[in-house]
């Protein structure tokens, strides 16, 4: 037949290991096909160390192959937004005494982080006192404190995410804020247990996909040998921005 006459043409002038790849690749193409057919989702197991983008990977999902972002999910991730800022600004207020970095701003800087050390942001607020914005805002502009962002965060374990926050604090603080897609995906949040997520996309021979995004921590990984049963794929994420930084778990490694 004329499909025989074309994989015989094709095969000539081809050396057996070429012959061999092909096979393989041919067979690949078949199993794909008949999977398809049966309607089986394509598991796909995301793994990664804490804060090597995993979660993001998976926002960016949700927004090009999903729905977007639910009103409840928008509101915790505003809250998750507050809480980078706040977790952010301290540990660099840490650091300026770690490295002994001088603060520009003289004694009424120093009071402002004592303000700062005795304030306990609650874990589930959406918002930020005036005061508290007010605060974080002058430090934030100290260029102490920026030297000490630059030169320091990735020893601080700092998210660089946390630097478009602060500088956007009187947008996300605002009474009528809603996060942009943008604000999602740069939100931060210590990712725990597994979590599976659906999508449809008609590629790669298949129409249904699932993610399964894991938590990062060593504490965490102990769970990831159960997410392994029937996966087709598996994506590992490494942070390029983190190639100087070590674990946040030992602080050595």
Known sequence: SFCC????TQNLGMSEE???QKRINDEIDRQLKKKKKNGREFKILVLGAHN???TTLIKQMMIMHGEG???DQLHDYTRDIVRNMVDGIKVLAGGMEEFSIPYQGGDMI???????DGYNHQELSR???LRMVAIITRLWADQGVQDCWTRRRSQLQVPDSTGFFLDNIERVT???YTPTNQDVILSSKLSTGIVEHHFKMDIIMYNNFLF???GGMRSERRKWIHAFEHVDSIICMVAVSEYDQVLVEDSNT
Do not use: M
């Open 69 to 71: 972002f639910t009103e």
């Open 52 to 54: 090597s983008g995993k």
């Open 127 to 129: 918002t930020l006192d």
């Open 18 to 20: 070429q012959k061999e």
């Open 5 to 8: 006459l074309c994989s015989l």
């Open 110 to 116: 120093q009071s402002l982080v004592s303000d700062l």
């Open 212 to 214: 399964v995004d894991v």
């Open 174 to 176: 605002s009474e009528d």
